[in-house]
C-alpha cells in the first residue's frame, strides 16, 4: 500500500459533516487540511495499514503529512507500535510535526506502560523541548502512567515549573494537576494553596478540578477559596 493509496482511502472514508464539526475543535490546523475521517475508522484503518510493513514503513517516513487525518492515522499507527525501542523512535520522529491538540492527546502508545522506568527519562526531555506539542505530549503521559502506583512527588514538582504562555501547553499542566488532585489530593493540594502554579493555570486548574467527579464537595469548595 503506498502513501498515494493510503490517502486515497483517507479521501474514500471521510465525512463532509464530521469534517465541518472538527474543524471548530482544531483551530490551530488548516480547515482544508481536515478531510473529516472518523476517530474508529481511522483506527481500524490504522491497523490495516500496520499489517503492510512496506507501506506502512513508507508512510511513517512521509513527514510532514499534507493532511491532518494523515496525522491521526499516524499518531494511531504509532500507538500499536509493540516494541519499546521502535515506539519511541517514531514518537520521537513524528512530534515536531504534530500542529494539534487531538493528534498530540490521542498517540497512546500501549507499550508504554510497560517500560515506565525508561519511559520516564523521555518524558523529562520532552518537557524540556520548545515544542509545544512535544512539552504537552511528555506532561500527557506523565498524567496517563504515573499518578497512581509509579506516582513520585517530584513529578508534580517538575510539572509546576513549566511556564509558557502557549495555550495548549497551560491547559494541559491544569488537567495534569487537576487529575492529580483527584488521585494524589494531599500530594497536588500545596501547588494550588500556595500559589506555586502560575496565576492563569492555576484558574484553568481550580475549574477543571470543579468539574471532576473524583474530587468531593468538601474539597471543591476549599479550592474554590484557594
Known amino acids: ?12 472514508l471521510k465525512d463532509d459533516k464530521y469534517a465541518a464539526f472538527h474543524r471548530k475543535l482544531i483551530p490551530t490546523v488548516n480547515p482544508d487540511k481536515v478531510l473529516g475521517v472518523r476517530t ?17 514503513t513508507a508512510f511513517l517516513q512521509e513527514l510532514p503529512h499534507r493532511y491532518y487525518d494523515e496525522n491521526q492515522l499516524h499518531a494511531f499507527i504509532i500507538s500499536g507500535i509493540k516494541e519499546y525501542e521502535s515506539c519511541v523512535f517514531e514518537v520521537e520522529k513524528f512530534l515536531p510535526y504534530v500542529d494539534n491538540w487531538a493528534t498530540c492527546d490521542q498517540m497512546l502508545p500501549a507499550v508504554f506502560k510497560k517500560n515506565k522506568d525508561e519511559l520516564v527519562k523521555k518524558i523529562y526531555e520532552w518537557l524540556d523541548s520548545d515544542k509545544t506539542y512535544t512539552v504537552r505530549f511528555g506532561i500527557g503521559m506523565l498524567m496517563k502512567h504515573y499518578l497512581e502506583e509509579d506516582f513520585k512527588p517530584e513529578y508534580l514538582e517538575r510539572v509546576s515549573l513549566i511556564r509558557s504562555d502557549e495555550y495548549y501547553i497551560q491547559m494541559m499542566i491544569a488537567w495534569y494537576f487537576a487529575t492529580a488532585l483527584s488521585f494524589r489530593y494531599d500530594d497536588a493540594l500545596p501547588y494550588i494553596r ?16 470543579i468539574e ?6 468538601e474539597q471543591k469548595d476549599y479550592l474554590r477559596n484557594c
Request: hydrophobic share 30%; aromatic share 6%.
Open 212 to 217: 471532576s467527579y473524583r474530587i468531593s464537595k
Open 40 to 56: 474508529p475508522a481511522l483506527k481500524k484503518f490504522a491497523k490495516e495499514v500496520a499489517k503492510d510493513e512496506e507501506g506502512c
Open 194 to 209: 500556595d500559589d506555586k502554579l502560575d496565576p492563569d493555570v492555576k484558574k484553568k486548574t481550580v475549574r477543571k478540578a
Open 1 to 12: 500500500m503506498t502513501t498515494d493509496e493510503i490517502r486515497a482511502r483517507l479521501f474514500e
